[in-house]
């Protein structure tokens, strides 16, 4: 990762914060809000998951269903279950590990 | 110890924890720990973080990790007016306040019932969050150098499953976990004809037909926060 990426994110994710604090707050920002709310609040779940999807069978530009699989499998299962951030992450990791050491 | 700072205490130590894998990730995708520092420091702002490394460690050009890290970020715009209350009056307090409005702080300073608790929450967790997650960051970014192949160690997985782990605040509602599958399916068709970080911008077409599919869905939820 370049500085040159590094640095427009910096200023675009402040400027997205400044936005909000010095444009929209104070204003009568009803219509936009209302416009915006019912799809902002669904962006974190729709990339989260293609997230999750591309790390977990995505390679190079193929699909390609290996030990990542499984460990995320089971990170569902935790997460599920409400095991804590660390242990779901954990479980994961060492699940993915130990089918890799059994195989190699 | 007020209750809303017992709060924020927890959240800001698991907030360090994913300080420490965004570390490792970031670390083993190429970063050096400069970049690591300065990114936390600065960028501030965890998913699109997590976004821009996983885009860049998937092989993506810079466009596409930029692309997919601006489309999580400009959910803080929002952020805006729910912590207007809490924010100083003056011009340069509220340029340092700025950097501060993410997920933890709008949620935190909301959820308190008058402006000056609402204030201290604000600046509280903010604060505290800044800090641990930086130093979170440069401990995995540490830790991750010593570890060798990591994927020997699973760390490819340590990604997706932080984000299964970080998703589950946002699937409360029945057009989020519509948005999340519809999301989810769209970046695995697209993985084999697109370049990498281009299925996780289409991905985020996925609430189009989430919103459609509830046009009265949920109006403007709390934002949610990361659970320890």
């Known amino acids: 990762m370049s500085w040159l990426l590094l640095t427009a994110m910096i200023v675009g994710a402040y400027g997205f914060k400044a936005i909000g604090v010095f444009a929209l707050a104070g204003r009568d920002t009803g219509a936009i809000s209302r416009r915006l709310a019912p799809f902002s609040a669904l962006v974190p779940a729709a990339l989260f998951a293609a997230l999750i999807a591309v790390q977990t069978v995505g390679a190079e530009r193929s699909l390609s269903l290996d030990a990542r699989l499984v460990g995320v499998a089971v990170a569902v299962i935790a997460s599920w279950r409400r095991a804590p951030f660390v242990l779901t992450v954990g479980l994961a990791m060492t699940s993915t590990a130990a089918i890799r050491a059994l195989a190699g | 110890m007020t209750p809303h700072r017992r709060q924020a205490t927890v959240l800001v130590a698991a907030v360090g924890v994913v300080g420490v894998t965004f570390g490792v990730l970031a670390d083993a995708a190429g970063l050096s720990i400069p970049k690591i520092v300065v990114m936390s420091a600065l960028v501030f702002t ?30 803080n715009a929002l952020y805006g007016p729910v912590v207007n209350r809490a924010l100083p009056n003056s011009t340069s307090g509220r340029v340092v306040a700025a950097q501060f409005v993410i997920d ?20 509280f967790t903010g604060i505290w969050l800044w800090c641990l997650w930086v130093l979170g960051s440069v401990a995995g970014a540490v830790l991750g150098s010593f570890i060798g192949d990591p994927n020997a160690w699973g760390l490819d ?23 999340a599958v519809m999301g989810a399916a769209i970046a695995v068709v697209a993985i084999p004809f697109t370049p990498a970080g281009v299925p996780l911008l289409l991905a985020a077409l996925g609430v189009v037909p989430a919103v459609w599919r509830h046009p009265r869905g949920p109006s403007h939820q709390a934002p949610g926060t990361v659970e320890s």
């Open chain 2, 157 to 179: 997985t340590a990604f997706p499953a932080s984000f299964v782990a970080l998703i589950s605040p946002h699937l409360r509602t029945s057009p989020a976990r519509f948005a």
């Open chain 2, 104 to 123: 933890e702080t709008t949620a935190m300073s909301a959820a308190q019932p008058d402006d000056r608790m609402a204030a201290d929450a604000f600046w």
């Open chain 2, 46 to 75: 965890g998913a699109s973080q997590f976004a821009a490394v996983g885009v860049v460690s998937g092989g993506g050009t810079p466009f596409a990790a930029f692309g997919s890290a601006m489309l999580l970020a400009a959910r």
